[in-house]
C-alpha cells in the first residue's frame, strides 16, 4: 500500500483557518469511512484529533474538523491558535486490519 | 489515567533481535485491540503490526512480515513485539496504541530502537 500524500508544509495566521489535504486512492480513502487525523507536537506521541473521517474525539476542540471528498480527506482547523503548530498526520484503514499514513504536514502559525 | 508504557529499547546491531513491551493500565485492555506504530527520526508515522483482542486476528506491515511478531497477555495487561533479523531501517520510535474505531487513540511515549553496527 502506499503512503497517503499530504502537502509538507502549510502555514496560517493567527485566527485564521487551514485545510490539510490527504490524498489517497479510490481503494482506500475513497473505499472507507475509516479517515483518522494525528497532531504531533515535537519530541511527544502523536494525538487522535479526528476519526472515522468526521468525529473529534472527547477533549479535542471543534475548532478541529474532518470531511472527505472522493479520494481526498481534509482536516481544517479555525481559529488558528499559536500552539497550533505542529505537525499532523492522516491515516486511513485500507484493508482487513492493515492502515496506512500520509507523509505529516508542518503547520506553521504566523 | 489511561496509559500505555513503552519499554525494551536500545541499541542492537544488524541481524539481531529485540523485543519490545507494553504496559497498559486505567482501561480494560481485554477488551480492545492494539497497534505498533514506529517513527524512524525525523520521518513520518508507519503503522506496523495489530492483534485484535483474542489473538486470533494478527496482521503486519509488509516491511516487517516474517521477522517481527505481535503478541498480547490479557491477564498481565501487556503487549509485546519480538522483532528478529533487525535491519537498519528499523531504527525507529515504537509506539504502542490502542486501536479505537480503526484509529489510534491512546498512544504510550514511546521507546527507541537504534540498529546500527
Known amino acids: 500500500q502506499s503512503a497517503l500524500t499530504q502537502p509538507r508544509s502549510v502555514s496560517g495566521s493567527l485566527g485564521q483557518s487551514v485545510t490539510i489535504s490527504c490524498t489517497g486512492a479510490?481503494?482506500?480513502?475513497?473505499?472507507?469511512?475509516?479517515v483518522s487525523w494525528y497532531q504531533q507536537s515535537p519530541r511527544t506521541a502523536p494525538k487522535l484529533l479526528i476519526y472515522?473521517?468526521?468525529n473529534r474525539p472527547s477533549g479535542v476542540p471543534d475548532r478541529f474538523s474532518g470531511s472527505k471528498s472522493g479520494n481526498t480527506a481534509s482536516l481544517t482547523i479555525s481559529g488558528l491558535q499559536a500552539d497550533d503548530e505542529a505537525d499532523y498526520y492522516c491515516?486511513?484503514?485500507?484493508?482487513?486490519?492493515?492502515?496506512?499514513f500520509g507523509g505529516g504536514t508542518s503547520l506553521t502559525v504566523l | 489515567e489511561v496509559q500505555l508504557v513503552e519499554s525494551g529499547g536500545g541499541l542492537v546491531q544488524p541481524g539481531e533481535s529485540l523485543r519490545l513491551s507494553c504496559a497498559a493500565s486505567?482501561?480494560?485492555?481485554?477488551?480492545?485491540?492494539m497497534n505498533w506504530v514506529r517513527q524512524a527520526p525525523g520521518k513520518g508515522l508507519e503503522w506496523v503490526a495489530y492483534?485484535?483482542?483474542?489473538?486470533?486476528?494478527?496482521n503486519y506491515a509488509d516491511s516487517v512480515k516474517g521477522r517481527f511478531t505481535i503478541s498480547r497477555d490479557n491477564a498481565k495487561n501487556s503487549l509485546s513485539l519480538q522483532m528478529n533479523s533487525l535491519r537498519a531501517e528499523d531504527t525507529a520510535f515504537y509506539y504502542c496504541?490502542?486501536?479505537?474505531?480503526?484509529?489510534?487513540?491512546?498512544w504510550g511515549q514511546g521507546t527507541m530502537v537504534t540498529v546500527s553496527s
Open positions: 496504541a490502542r486501536d479505537h474505531q480503526h484509529a489510534f487513540d491512546i
Open positions: 492483534v485484535g483482542v483474542s489473538s486470533t486476528t494478527i
Open positions: 472515522e473521517v468526521t
Open positions: 486505567g482501561f480494560t485492555f481485554s477488551s480492545y485491540s
Open positions: 491515516c486511513s484503514y485500507v484493508a482487513t486490519y492493515t492502515w496506512v
Open positions: 479510490s481503494s482506500d480513502v475513497n473505499f472507507y469511512n475509516r
